[in-house]
């Protein structure tokens, strides 16, 4: 059974920084598409970051794109999201998300099938 668990998270003034980690377990992780996801008070989850399994492509979200950066290292088992000139549009309960590899119906959740349970970030003005 796959385990993520992600940290990082905190209260920041915006256009500051913040990077996220997850941390998975129980599976080949070096062969999983990870994925960032993000959920603020009120609105439905929403897809903000992907990385394919050795890390060749990755894709963002408009919204976050040239603001934030995803990265893995297989050799810890961890990726992360490198967040930098927060918004306070960014706050939300971030969880990492993991699947087997591939780069079809990334910004979907549905297609994600391991979840950790979310680190807060919120972004004060």
């Known amino acids: 059974q796959v385990q993520l668990v992600e940290s990082g998270g905190g209260l920041v003034q915006a256009g500051c920084s913040l990077r996220l980690s997850c941390r998975a377990s129980g599976g080949t992780f070096s062969t999983a598409t990870m994925g960032w996801f993000r959920q603020a008070p009120g609105k439905e989850r929403e897809f903000v970051a992907a990385?394919?399994?050795?890390?060749?492509?990755?894709y963002y979200a408009d919204s976050v794109k040239a603001r934030f950066t995803i990265s893995r290292d297989n050799a810890k088992n961890t990726v992360y999201l490198q967040m930098n000139s927060l918004k306070p549009e960014d706050t939300a309960v971030y969880s990492c998300?993991?699947?087997?590899?591939?780069?079809?119906?990334?910004?979907?959740?549905?297609?994600?099938?391991?979840w950790g349970q979310g680190t807060q970030v919120t972004v004060s003005s």
């Open positions: 998300a993991a699947r087997r590899s591939g780069d079809y119906g990334l910004v979907t959740a549905g297609n994600y099938a391991y």
């Open positions: 990385i394919t399994s050795i890390g060749r492509n990755t």
